[in-house]
């Protein structure tokens, strides 16, 4: 079943055409990622989706609903989780949520208990009767996503989520946010961060001047890399390498304790990691150099 299905979308902003004939199908349940380079339709996308932006031209459905014909009934299955803050911040975190709810007709008790539930799973609880306005800015963040689903929708559009957020909590809001996919919520993520893509997503499309550009599994996309470069780290000196090393993994010193090699097609990690057990060299552990999808995004959006 088709969560979004997208045909031949056209949008001109006067003479501009801002989309060319987007075609573009999300299943129910997929985890999909949108890629773009600045300028290049992302965000009018998700405007239509929304009934922000009018289309020029064809056909949008949001779960088999054609946003022409019954657009409230087809705005109720999605919410977006936009980048810029958009709610009361003289308002108590609790209320913003609960508001919310009620926008959706959920009765008082379930609105609550859902409230309670997302304000936990996002790490809110103890802010719960605070002012927005005193919440750190990924606070709100984190506001931002309770809001979008206490109403449950079955398809909700993150874009950029974790934008400005350290590390440690990136990695817990992918966490959350995977065990929502589990549940069969479609999720549809636009991303800077690459690494995102491959440790979240299914599926992906890149959007390049105003068109989509490759629309594909994100395991099939991976595979179209020619080679990847790979770091190594030992915990022993190395003091040189071997020619046929040199040769076979164009392998260089970076220092003392570094290698890099570049691994292509004609090899694997296991062709790789044999060679080096032949000449004793013992690595702790590795890394890719730049992350594969950024190399991949670059390479065909250039």
Same mark, same amino acid.
């Given at each position: ?11 001109? /902003? !006067? ?36 009934? %922000? ?23 109720? /299955? ?26 959706? !007709? ?28 005193? %919440? ?104 040189? %390498? ?55 995004? %670059?390479?065909?959006?250039?």
């Amino acid at each position: 079943m088709k969560a979004i299905k997208i045909e031949k979308l056209v949008k001109n /902003y !006067w003479d501009n055409k801002v989309l060319k004939e987007v075609n573009l199908e999300i299943e129910k349940g997929d985890f999909f990622a949108l890629l773009w380079h600045n300028w290049a339709g992302k965000t009018t996308i998700i405007s239509i989706l929304t009934n %922000l932006v009018n289309k020029n031209s064809w056909k949008v459905e949001i779960n088999w609903v054609d946003i022409d014909e019954n657009f409230s009934l087809a705005r109720s /299955y999605i919410w977006v989780v936009p980048q810029e803050f958009n709610f009361d911040v003289f308002a108590k975190v609790k209320d913003i949520v609960m508001t919310q709810a009620w926008y959706y !007709w959920i009765n008082k008790e379930i609105a609550s208990e859902r409230t309670n539930y997302y304000l936990e799973k996002l790490w809110l609880s103890e802010k719960a009767n605070s002012k927005a306005r005193e %919440l750190s800015w990924w606070m709100k963040r984190r506001l931002m996503i309770a809001r979008a689903l206490v109403h449950e929708p079955k398809i909700l559009i993150l874009d950029e989520p974790t934008a400005w957020v350290d590390v440690e909590l990136r990695k817990s809001m992918w966490e959350f946010i995977k065990e929502l996919n589990e549940k069969w919520t479609t999720i549809l993520l636009t991303t800077h961060y690459l690494e995102e893509v491959e440790a979240l997503c299914k599926n992906v499309a890149i959007i390049n001047k105003w068109e989509i550009v490759e629309n594909t599994s994100v395991k099939d996309l991976l595979s179209k890399l020619d080679e990847e470069i790979i770091l190594l780290y030992s915990s022993k000196k190395i003091w040189n %390498l071997d020619k046929e090393l040199i040769e076979k993994f164009w392998a260089k010193l970076v220092n003392e304790t570094e290698i890099e090699v570049i691994i292509s097609k004609k090899h694997n990690l296991n062709d790789l990691f044999n060679s080096l057990n032949e000449f004793w060299i013992q690595i702790n552990s590795f890394r890719n150099k730049i992350n594969r999808l950024e190399k991949l995004f %670059l390479d065909i959006t250039k």
